[in-house]
């Protein structure tokens, strides 16, 4: 079983695709014993993120009901999550001031879990990574005896993530390209020669040509097909 874990491990470390790698955290912690495991990871904080990734295998429904009642707002673990990267273990207690929240949980079979928070050093991104399951609550002893492996895990996953929300974040590449330099990438794109495209704007070819090749430079490519699929590609035409 240990070396099951050390070459899951050794996956998970050199896995680039966040899919894939939370299919080998979910199956390692699926023999750990816990049925559920969820990552939330934000850009910015939960109660005021610009975009968001969720993953879990929670039950049915779950992530539909937690959005409509509003549970976010008073949920206690993100509110210690949001202030501390220390776990914290799901408990009735915990969750004295949000009861209806707690008695969710327990109908769902999601009452016995815990929650690791991982804050970006810079402060961009943020992410919760939480383990469940419907039997027997988690004593302290399995509680430390899997935290190096969930803070591997949560740390793994976090860093995907956030990735992949910088990658949605990146804004589009910009150029400014003349009104003249759109219309002859536009005809262009339909297939007209340069001389077609002069007849067309009442300009000779060597204009056309001329606006062509600034395009390119512009656009930094080397020929004109180029030049028409960068400007389609960045909504200039």
Known sequence: MDEWKHLQLRKLSCEKDLQRAYRLVLDF???QGFEYC???A????PDRYTSKINMN????GWDRLYEQNGYASNDPVIAHCN???L?????????SEAPQLWQELNRQGLAHGWTQAVHDEHGTHYSLFSLARTHCPIEAEEHYGNLGYAIFASQRLHALAGKKLSDHMTPP??????PREIEVLRWS???????EVGRILCLSERTVNFHVCSCMRKLNVTNKISAVAKAAHIHVI
């Open 38 to 40: 969820a990552l939330a």
């Open 29 to 31: 912690f699926n023999y």
């Open 42 to 45: 934000y850009s910015g904080a």
């Open 57 to 60: 295998n929670y039950p049915y």
């Open 83 to 85: 202030h501390s990267s």
């Open 87 to 95: 776990p914290i273990l799901w408990s009735e207690k915990v969750f």
């Open 173 to 178: 590449l910009t150029c400014h390209l003349s």
């Open 189 to 195: 794109a339909e297939g007209k020669t340069a001389s």
